[in-house]
């Protein structure tokens, strides 16, 4: 009897498509294939087959099963299971699943080979040669340097037939770790949550672990300890570190390569797409065990995926906010439980959600209380700004002044730490009081002073700073207000002229390339003075750096967030932990106009136990994550008049479930983004409400009209 394969597709469909299976192809789920859809041929995988019942409408057949390794079971059942949690169509997820098969194969190269054939006059340069390409086939460049020729000689061998040119496709190599080196000397401390872990790996199954150490404890030796033993366990064994910065990834990634001997699979948005593609098929091989990336890699192949670590796991980073939208932390507990994968969730600032968990004791909770070696925590002061404010137009009040000139004078290094890119946050017309924005768009213009130019750091769009107001055409009426991390550095230069300056933001570092470069020279003392976003506020060990100074403090708490506070402390925490992580005692100031703040104080005590228990307490009072649930609908559309009406209309619609509130619809605080309206409702569900079921279940209730567009956000970061 004949079998229908129901074909899943990388487009926003709500559900696989059925087709035929021609006779003799033998598909399996998994298996990618070409599938017609419309006049188009389509990549797509296998999600399931059954016989076919009698009486069924013709259906069209599957084209072709591509040479491209299938999805692994567990792969395609955490798309699936992902797109369900999301409440979005499957191939959704699945287009992030195949991105690295879709990506280019690698171009063919053009090497040369001896073919056996004398050359007519023997030379000891040409003999050179031909020993050379006689060990292995290699370009015409790499086969002059090993021989220790000009170019001329090999072309001279080949224009005789000595040697012959083909056209080959590198192999990817991905050395297998050496598990017998051995590993960093650990403290007491690391090494009892080491060995907490190994045994979590060697049990084996579905298990979660929250490893909590202040900065500087080592929390990356310890993880790479359980990945030694997971490895070690099952010559198949592969394993997961995510990382939340691309800029993180160069240092994570040689610590993975001196502590294994070998460099992992690199995965992240700045790999070549042929590069992510030899990463994608040694990853469905095998051959490739371990791999560090982005919150995106966790949608890879993995053959037998044995250990994830989610390095950072607070960082808002792993949130996706657009597409497909999921958080990389939540997502990966989900694929340990789908693999029967020990996870590993690593920070020294844990969320709140993690914290809970770990409270109920449905994650095991291992802490790291003290930095390794002599080095100790930084001491925190406050500076109050209604003291002693900055100069006029200045934004470094006298005493981190005073600071940072001690900490030069000691050949020491210092970072101010602001995370606002660019010169100014807003240009204002002085003439008028218009506010530059983006053209249809609610969101200022952000001036950089590097390139000249207003950016709006939303949608992209970016022009050349004008003359004259735009809107009421005064010349030379354009004043920047606010800092930025380029005006920082602009005075930070004019008050120590001679030092070594540098910007480090995701405008200056443009890649982990120039990422790795910029820490290195850091790291080797290089640089007196770095400005730095929370690019440089995390994950990072610069040894002379002694003084932390964080520029704006209260800007993280403004606005209606309900994790302001704990996204505040967590950022602050980590950019004050950069300082005194060696030998050298370091100290952080924060300037800020409200010392008083709750923050502020824990932050200055050093006292997260106490910041925690209060804002726990505010959580459960309300309701809120991690002792309710949240979701966000997004609706968008260019006619306000149909939006207003659609989102009335959902409004009815929505399910009267217990333990349930819907709140809105309402104008988004970014109520106009690329010329579309947007509106918002929020839902706050109980704990035990099965969240994903209600949404999906609303969202079936309605049609969205015409150009309406409607998004869900499970868990919302953003509440713009």
């Not at 009486?55 to 699936?80: I, S, Y």
């Not at 106490?610 to 649930?629: H, K, Q, Y």
């Amino acid at each position: 009897m004949s079998r229908i394969a129901s074909v899943l597709i990388p487009m926003p469909l709500p559900e696989a498509f059925d087709y035929a299976e021609p006779e003799g192809m033998a598909l399996a789920p998994g298996d990618q294939v070409a599938v017609p859809l419309g006049p188009r041929l389509m990549r797509g995988v296998v999600a399931a087959l059954r016989e076919a019942a009698g009486g069924n409408r013709p259906l069209k057949p599957v084209a072709e099963r591509l040479d491209d390794p299938p999805l692994p079971p567990g792969t395609l059942e955490f798309v699936q299971w992902a797109a369900r949690y999301s409440v979005d169509a499957p191939g959704q997820p699945l287009a992030i699943a195949l991105r690295g098969a879709r990506a280019p194969k690698p171009k063919p190269v053009r090497v040369l080979e001896a073919t056996g054939v004398a050359p007519a006059r023997a030379t000891p340069a040409r003999s050179r040669v031909l020993e050379a390409a006689a060990r292995r086939p290699m370009s015409g460049a790499d086969l002059a340097r090993a021989a220790g020729v000009s170019a001329g000689v090999v072309k001279g061998l080949l224009d005789e037939g000595a040697l012959a040119e083909r056209f080959v496709v590198e192999a990817a190599t991905f050395p297998p770790p050496d598990l017998s080196r051995a590993g960093s000397a650990l403290n007491a401390s690391q090494a009892a949550a080491a060995g907490a872990l190994k045994e979590m790996v060697r049990v084996g199954g579905f298990s979660v672990a929250l490893l909590d150490g202040v900065t500087g404890s080592g929390k990356t030796e310890v993880y790479l300890e359980a990945a030694a033993e997971a490895l070690a366990a099952d010559p198949g064994a592969q394993v997961l570190i995510l990382l939340p910065e691309i800029a993180l990834t160069q240092a994570v990634i040689a610590r993975v390569a001196n502590r294994f001997g070998a460099p992992p699979g690199e995965w992240h948005s700045d790999v070549a797409p042929p590069a992510r593609r030899r990463v994608w098929e040694a990853t469905a091989s095998g051959d490739c065990r371990i791999v560090v990336g982005a919150r995106s890699a966790l949608f890879l192949p993995f053959r037998k995926l044995r250990l994830i670590v989610v390095d950072e796991e607070h960082d808002s980073s792993f949130k996706q906010e657009d597409g497909f939208i999921y958080h990389g932390r939540d997502l990966a507990v989900a694929r340990g439980k789908i693999e029967g994968a020990a996870v590993v969730l690593a920070s020294a600032t844990p969320s709140l959600e993690s914290l809970r968990n770990a409270e109920a004791g449905r994650y095991r909770w291992l802490r790291l209380s003290a930095r390794h070696g002599t080095a100790r925590l930084p001491d925190i002061e406050l500076i109050d700004l209604r003291e002693t404010p900055p100069d006029k137009d200045r934004w470094l009040s006298p005493p981190l002044i005073a600071a940072m000139g001690e900490t030069w004078a000691r050949g020491e290094q210092t970072l101010l730490f602001l995370n606002r890119r660019g010169y100014a946050p807003l240009v204002l017309c002085k003439a008028c009081g218009e506010r530059l924005c983006a053209p249809d768009t609610d969101s200022w213009l952000v001036e950089h002073r590097y390139s000249g130019r207003l950016v709006c750091h939303l949608t992209g769009f970016s022009m050349p700073k004008p003359a004259a107001c735009p809107h009421c055409g005064a010349r030379d009426s354009l004043v920047s207000i606010g800092p930025g991390v380029e005006r920082v550095e602009e005075e930070a230069r004019e008050l120590f002229p001679e030092a070594r300056v540098v910007v480090f933001s995701s405008d200056t570092v443009f890649d982990a390339r120039e990422a790795r470069r910029l820490v290195e020279s850091m790291a080797a003392g290089e640089i007196d003075i770095l400005v730095a976003t929370q690019a440089a506020a995390k994950g990072h060990n610069f040894p002379k750096l002694t003084l932390v100074g964080v520029v704006d403090a209260d800007l993280g708490l403004r606005g209606g967030d309900l994790r302001a506070a704990e996204r505040t402390y967590q950022l602050l925490a980590q950019a004050t932990g950069r300082a005194g992580r060696k030998d050298r005692p370091g100290r952080a100031l924060l300037q800020t106009y409200a010392p008083e703040h709750p923050v502020m104080q824990a932050l200055k005590a050093q006292d997260r136990d106490a910041f925690v228990e209060a804002e726990m307490a505010e959580r459960e009072a309300a309701g809120l994550p991690p002792f309710g649930r949240l979701a966000a609908v997004i609706a968008s559309g260019p006619d306000a008049t149909q939006l207003d009406a659609f989102v009335r209309g959902m409004a009815e619609a929505a399910p009267n479930t217990p333990g349930v509130e819907v709140y809105g619809p309402a104008d988004a605080p970014l109520g106009l983004v690329r010329g579309r309206r947007r509106k918002r409702f929020l839902v706050r569900a109980d704990r035990g409400v099965d969240l994903s079921a209600y949404m999906a279940a609303w969202r079936a209730r309605v049609r969205p009209p015409g150009q309406v567009r409607v998004a869900i956000d499970i868990d919302p970061y953003s509440f713009l």
